[in-house]
């Protein structure tokens, strides 16, 4: 779909100009005229830029100075909740990166996350009809006009097939792929010019978090690849012991387009639900704590996991069973990066400060090398609190907030598919405390991570990359003994000597050469020119004559070599 690519093309962003005018307008009526009045506005014709009531700046300087990251965050948040759902999508996103974000800005985008505007239901059902070339009688037996669920891409409706399967639909939103390209490139414009106007904002690193949304959302916007994601993950868990505790609902391919998804419907209770804490029991407990465990067999054996494991997303089910949907959201880690998160899972279990700095420093992302000595001592400062801690006493969101905290503050990102990974254990460790529950997470990856690294290091494994390296190396060991002898005999040959050689150095030495020669004519000028000089001494020149003979020599001289010297300086 090229999001990112357009986005950085200054011609593409500014193609939609209504649009822009529209986005620029609910910016600066939310305070961003100050800022977005530098650069934005003049691609904008005949426009004049509204003004705010209450500027960001003076409002910052009303209040106190920590209260900032709260007031930009809820003006963004009134800018975005008017702008549609392109730009509310972006909000929940920036709601995930704590790594970047102080809490205040966090809190107000958490607060994105409900407000999304239903589609009217005449133009899903166009949707559902075009796509399934059908009326909506002609395929479900009931079909529920109002939707169970709204979010940024898609709506989420109940229905009945005619064979009697209960079943949801899920539909794209109307142009939302279009609407999303376009406000997506609008956003990168108008964020590059709001943070040259100010440092505050800048540091937010909005471009950074741009381009992650603009990576997250191809998959997304095609429902087809969210029923592969859920085929892999169903095929995936079948390899581990205890997947069957886990339950993925059928996709009826048949009904499945780029626009439209009909899935089997879950009878159970959400654990974001209230009624759940009704049903926590130690059998249920112990199935949490199982699932997680497949959770983390499957993350760092397969690389292939569920990203967006919140409470709305699990369902217990009547059988016993824990049932997972929405899988537009999925993170993938190869095979080295696997073994790089086994070895900072490992450096957080035994507290080893430097190897933790070192293999964080080998994934992350950053323009300049940090003082490694300080980023050493500013992790062990930030974790010292947590030494002496048994692993169910640790909060892993905390202490993963606390990570990546530090690591922010030298200027140390983790790539987006890192911080999904992160955000994937936060959400389970979130969905326990919610519960009142402590899944031990810690506890999970210390009981696991002997049996994980066998599996990542079994002699399958390692015989199959020795077949790979010897493949790369026999051609090498059959040529080496020929050209070791051919070697040995031009050396003989040679009386034991070497010859050096040099290539392309000609040009330089000669330009050597000819500063040298320039700088001696340089000096040789300024003698003779300061000589002739030195004869006039005090002597006042009214006319050529009064000047003496001999300082007209060394002046020509001076002259002779001057130009003598113009050939080198051109060479």
Request: include cysteine; hydrophobic fraction near 45%.
């Amino acid at each position: 779909m090229g999001l990112i690519s357009q986005g950085i093309v200054v011609g593409k962003t500014i193609r939609n100009v209504n649009r822009l005018r529209e986005i620029v307008t609910v910016f600066a009526k939310n305070g961003f005229d100050e800022f977005i009045n530098l650069g934005v506005t003049s691609k904008i014709p005949n426009f004049v830029l509204p003004q705010s009531k209450i500027k960001i700046k003076d409002e910052l300087k009303q209040k106190q100075e920590l209260d900032w990251p709260s007031i930009l965050g809820f003006r963004l948040r009134q800018c975005f909740e008017e702008l549609g759902p392109a730009f509310v999508k972006m909000g929940q996103l920036l709601s995930t990166r704590e790594d970047i974000f102080e809490a205040g800005f966090i809190d107000e985008m958490k607060l994105l996350r409900d407000k999304v505007k239903a589609v009217p239901i005449e133009q899903s059902k166009e949707i559902i009809e075009r796509n399934l070339k059908g009326k909506i009688e002609e395929i479900f037996k009931h079909f529920n006009p109002i939707p169970i669920g709204t979010a940024s891409i898609g709506v989420v409706y109940e229905a009945v097939l005619k064979n009697g399967d209960e079943v949801v639909v899920k539909v794209r939103r109307p142009n939302i792929q279009k609407i999303i390209e376009t406000d997506f490139s609008l956003m990168l414009f108008i964020v590059s010019q709001v943070e040259r106007a100010s440092s505050e904002i800048k540091y937010l690193g909005l471009q950074k978090v741009l381009n992650d949304f603009g990576a997250a959302l191809i998959n997304e916007l095609n429902f087809q690849f969210e029923a592969l994601n859920a085929e892999r993950l169903r095929s995936n868990m079948l390899k581990h012991k205890d997947s069957e505790i886990f339950y993925i609902p059928a996709i009826y391919k048949e009904y499945l387009t780029s626009e439209i998804m009909v899935m089997e419907k879950l009878k159970g209770i959400p654990f974001s639900s209230p009624l759940i804490i009704e049903k926590i029991d130690a059998v249920l407990v112990e199935k949490l704590n199982l699932a997680i465990e497949v959770f983390v067999k499957t993350f760092l054996q397969d690389g292939f996991f569920h990203a967006d494991l919140h409470g709305g997303n699990f369902f217990y089910l009547p059988d016993g069973k824990i049932g997972i949907i929405d899988f537009g959201l999925v993170g993938s880690l190869g095979k080295k990066s696997r073994i790089n998160f086994l070895a900072i899972i490992y450096a957080l279990l035994t507290f080893n400060y430097e190897n933790l700095v070192y293999e964080f420093l080998d994934v992350a992302e950053y323009e300049n090398m940090p003082n490694i000595n300080t980023l050493i001592l500013d992790v062990r400062s930030a974790l010292a609190p947590h030494v002496g801690l048994t692993v169910k006493q640790i909060n892993f969101s905390h202490l993963n907030l606390i990570i990546l905290k530090t690591l922010s503050k030298h200027k140390v990102f983790l790539p987006r598919d890192w911080y999904v990974v992160f955000r994937a254990f936060i959400a389970l460790d979130g969905v326990g405390r919610s519960l009142g529950l402590d899944f031990d997470i810690f506890g999970i990856f210390e009981k696991n991570i002997q049996e994980i690294i066998n599996n990542n290091f079994n002699k399958d494994q390692v015989g199959e990359e020795l077949v790979w390296i010897a493949r790369d190396i026999l051609p090498i060991m059959r040529a080496l003994p020929r050209h070791l002898k051919w070697f040995l005999k031009d050396w003989l040959n040679n009386g034991f000597s070497f010859k050096v050689t040099h290539q392309g150095l000609d040009d330089n030495f000669k330009k050597i050469q000819n500063a040298i020669v320039f700088l001696s004519f340089s000096i040789l000028v300024s003698v003779f020119f300061f000589a002739g000089v030195n004869l006039i001494g005090n002597k006042t020149v009214y006319h050529p004559a009064d000047v003496p003979f001999l300082t007209w020599i060394f002046w020509i001289m001076a002259g002779t070599f001057f130009l003598r010297s113009l050939p080198f300086l051109k060479r």
